[in-house]
């Protein structure tokens, strides 16, 4: 029953995670003036892009993001809410923001186990986990035509690099899975959250 309802959490979070990155990408869409399918492309590849990413590195073809119904939809129907409330949710960007910081705490974590379950060491655990979460950011940025905000400001990255190192280190002492998953993500979502509201940045060059 404990497995069940652990399994059922990740599932909800993995599937609020991609909806609020894919609000973020139609959102940037929108402020680029898109037109309707450069909306959904780019709020596909926001939501998407990451694990698409980790599983062609880890040689899983197709990948999940485009062999999966369930994230092609996530994405189109964030798209369609977008357009239809795009005037409160440009309201609610507060919100929205905490719901990318759970989307990025969730995207290190599983990207950084799935690796490790492959049979992965674990810099390359580490590495596919940062990537799962920010890879989709990354792909919005340049195909927008800006620098990634993830190398020039918010503390974004290294909260996904400390999460899937907290996932490699439960992993290599050998101790409960499931405990290190959350507490990845818990530590990830609290130094992004305070990130957000505090406006911490690294330092710049």
């Given amino acids: 029953m404990h497995t069940e309802l652990n399994d059922f959490l990740f599932s909800l979070l993995d599937i609020v995670g991609t909806f609020a990155f894919a609000i973020s990408g139609a959102q940037a869409a929108k402020e680029r003036e898109l037109d309707l399918f450069g909306l959904f492309i780019i709020s596909f590849l926001t939501a998407c892009g990451g694990g698409i990413i980790r599983d062609i590195c880890l040689g899983i073809t197709p990948p999940v993001g485009i062999s999966q119904w369930l994230y092609l939809a ?29 989307g990025l705490s969730m995207f290190a974590v599983a990207g950084a186990q799935k690796s490790l379950f492959l049979g992965q060491n674990y810099g390359v655990a580490i590495v596919l986990g940062v990537l799962s979460a920010i890879g989709g950011g990354i792909l919005r940025d340049i195909l927008l035509g800006r620098v990634p905000v993830v190398f020039r400001k918010e503390v974004y990255g290294s909260a996904a690099l400390i999460g899937s190192g ?35 940045n690294l330092p710049r060059i």
């Avoid at 923001?97 to 759970?102: E, N, P, Q, T, Y």
């Avoid at 439960?170 to 130094?191: K, P, Q, R, V």
């Fill in 74 to 102: 996530l994405p189109a129907f964030a798209s369609l809410v977008f357009l239809v409330f795009q005037s409160y949710i440009s309201k609610l960007s507060y919100p929205v923001l905490l719901f990318d910081a759970l």
């Fill in 166 to 200: 907290i996932v490699v280190l439960f992993h290599y002492f050998d101790l409960n899975s499931t405990s290190g998953a959350w507490l990845a993500m818990i530590t990830c979502f609290c130094i992004r959250y305070f990130s957000i509201k505090n406006k911490w």
